[in-house]
């Protein structure tokens, strides 16, 4: 008996999911997962999700690039192979350093553009050849489906969901 | 109902949709065949871009030489549409990015097709400086990276460097972007998909997306940082490409003006370029819905606006080329000498389509045309090709010397590879157009409640966007077998 059983509860309407996620939480059910067509707003805060700190992995890749640019063009153009170019001899990075602003910048943007996108890719478990886990294909047009664990009884969270305008419920094992 | 807006703002989608029309209309033109329209635009391009690659051929085969350049004149032709190219691919990281920080929701009807023609149309810029280096298979020595001559580095003082990194920064973070905007409108089509091969094909580049709460939750913040990414990314890419020339000490090119005059003019011809796409997509896929007169409006304005901005910078450079009294400066693009000389077709030709020809939009009537739009779209991307065509040529055609004083005229393989970029561009915008979600499926249905045309009456009525909730009392579907296969 290692299956579990969930309930799959769809709804048709963002703003009765919201109120139904809510109502949920209220009666004290363990959401454990939604699945939607579209970001539904104030749906993370609903379900309890903690904020996502991607901003903040974007803000490290972004000095990590800075730290790269500026250590290139100091090794190439000042330490590796010094050159006079029209007369502006390279001494020190420092007095170089404005003719480096576009490379830093360029370099700053494409560190952290891409990084955060990987590490969100890598976080969310997307990338090619990836199958997808959503349970039901109507959830990428118009349905939502909530998950919800079965710890209970089910009759009794079955009415729950009802009243909340679920437009259809499984009940299904798990394996 | 994710924000509110006022009852007195005209809707962004028209007539009475729910989410599943916004799928299936989106659907619509990746699922049916394509019409005999398709194939014609397609073959046309077709032949246009294996043209241009014959003449990119012909020029690798034999030398630059089959170009119409001197050793007085060498940048033209060629430069020109590069420069050209890469400002048009402003306007889709400018809508994406730029509007959503502005939170335009109008934004959404335009941005995946925009995207998708600036990344087409840096392809295009791309191929012409590899072209121009004569030997492109030594294309890679613009990178950093250890060779055996030394190892001799790249310069990073050149502007033609910065130019290297911005615009592959540039191509690639779009690149992304619009990617990961695909993502669950392709797993849409992915889950709609009746044929096997298109399933697969969709599930491939769906990345198996699956819509979970929190992908939701980081795909939004990701939205958000790239479009702060991308918004100085977007800004300083024309910049860099303005430096090309700026940093130089040609006069007309050594202007400090030039970097936000050029980006003005990539906004300006980047919007007149969605403006000409959008124009036949919005009949030939049958958007009327989404994309509307009053998206055309909107992107008149910024045209107004953005033309207004290149309209100031060229009457001031003509009146400091004049006011400097220096006779080196009377030849420059926008100067008595240009207007007079024999490039003086290719100055009024500039003053005509870009100045003039905007000055329409200014009537409430013309701008919220659809064939009006199309047409001035159409005189402004002619208008600021003449305007990259006048900074390179007519500056080079007369420098300091008397005796460096030459004509610059095309040869066939000029305006040949010139066509072949056209061509490519619309052969990659017609399949795009056929196999993409031309218009972010997920993103416009979040404005549905707020913007679309039958809720606003609903709301105007005093009646409430939520649906009543009717309980339902037959449908507890309890199976033992695992549902996950249906996905």
Not at chain 2, 56 to 76: P, R
Not at chain 2, 194 to 212: E, T
Not at chain 2, 300 to 310: K, Y
Request: glycine fraction near 6%; charged fraction near 15%; charge should be neutral.
């Amino acid at each position: 008996m290692g299956a579990s059983k969930v309930v799959h509860a769809l709804y048709n309407d963002d703003e009765v999911l919201l109120d139904a996620v809510k109502e949920i939480k209220t009666a004290h059910h363990h959401i454990e997962e939604v699945f939607c067509p579209f970001p539904v707003h104030g749906l993370d805060k609903a379900m309890g999700l903690a904020p996502t700190r991607l901003a903040i992995t974007a803000f490290m890749y972004g000095i990590t690039g800075l730290s790269v640019a500026i250590w290139m063009t100091n090794y190439m153009m000042i330490q590796n192979w010094p050159q006079d170019i029209g007369g502006k001899p390279s001494f020190s990075w420092l007095e170089n350093m404005p003719a480096f602003v576009p490379i830093m910048f360029e370099l700053t943007v494409f560190f952290a553009a891409h990084l955060m996108v990987i590490t969100f890719y890598m976080r969310s478990k997307i990338w090619p050849f990836k199958k997808a886990e959503n349970p039901d294909p109507r959830t990428t047009d118009d349905h939502f489906l909530v998950e919800i664990p079965v710890s209970g009884d089910v009759a009794e969270l079955t009415t729950l969901l009802q009243s909340t305008g679920a437009v259809e419920i499984n009940v299904i094992d798990k394996h | 109902m994710s924000h509110y807006e006022a009852p007195i703002r005209e809707p962004l989608i028209l007539g009475e949709k729910s989410y599943h029309d916004i799928t299936e209309d989106i659907a619509r033109p990746i699922e049916g065949k394509a019409n005999k329209n398709w194939y014609i635009a397609f073959s046309i391009a077709l032949v246009a871009m294996l043209w241009g690659f014959g003449c990119i051929f012909y020029t690798v085969g034999t030398g630059i030489g089959v170009w119409g350049l001197s050793k007085n004149i060498g940048w033209a032709w060629d430069i020109t549409n590069f420069v050209w190219w890469v400002g048009i691919g402003h306007a889709g990281t400018l809508i994406s990015a730029v509007l959503l920080l502005f939170r335009q929701k109008w934004r959404m009807a335009i941005n995946r097709s925009a995207e998708a023609m600036t990344i087409f149309a840096v392809f295009q810029a791309g191929l012409f400086p590899i072209i121009h280096m004569g030997r492109p298979w030594n294309a890679f020595w613009v990178l950093p990276i250890p060779n055996q001559f030394g190892p001799l580095w790249v310069n990073f003082n050149s502007p033609l460097l910065w130019d290297v990194f911005a615009i592959s920064t540039y191509l690639s973070v779009s690149l992304v972007f619009w990617w990961t905007g695909l993502l669950p409108d392709f797993a849409t089509i992915r889950d709609r998909a009746v044929k096997p091969f298109q399933k697969k094909i969709y599930a491939l580049l769906s990345f198996g997306w699956s819509g979970r709460a929190k992908d939701w939750q980081r795909f939004e913040e990701v939205s958000l940082v790239l479009a702060g990414l991308a918004t100085p990314l977007v800004l300083s890419v024309h910049t860099i490409v303005s430096f090309d020339f700026a940093t130089s000490i040609n006069p007309g090119w050594h202007s400090t003006i030039f970097p936000p005059y050029f980006v003005a003019g990539a906004i300006f011809s980047g919007f007149a370029m969605v403006q000409t796409l959008l124009g036949i997509m919005r009949k030939v896929t049958n958007m009327e819905a989404y994309i509307t007169r009053l998206h055309v409006e909107y992107m008149n304005i910024v045209i107004i606006l953005t033309g207004g901005i290149v309209a100031v910078a060229y009457a001031t450079e003509f009146f400091i080329a004049w006011y400097t009294g220096s006779p080196y400066e009377n030849y420059t693009y926008l100067s008595v000498g240009a207007a007079t000389g024999p490039y003086a077709w290719a100055f009024y030709s500039l003053l005509f389509f870009n100045i003039l020809t905007p000055q329409v939009l200014w009537f409430k009537k013309v701008r919220r045309s659809f064939v009006c739009s199309f047409i001035v779209s159409i005189f402004i991307n002619i208008g600021m090709w003449f305007e990259r065509f006048d900074i390179i040529a007519i500056v080079l055609s007369k420098g300091h010397l008397p005796s460096t004083w030459w004509r610059f005229e095309p040869t066939f393989v000029d305006v040949g590879i010139f066509i072949g970029t056209i061509g490519f561009f619309f052969v990659l915008f017609l399949l795009y157009a056929r196999t993409f979600p031309v218009i972010p499926t997920a993103e416009i249905k979040t404005i549905l409640k707020s913007s679309g045309e039958s809720y606003k009456e609903l709301r105007a009525k005093g009646l409430s966007t939520k649906p009543e909730v009717v309980i339902v009392e037959k449908n507890i579907e309890a199976t033992s077998s695992d549902k996950n296969t249906k996905a």
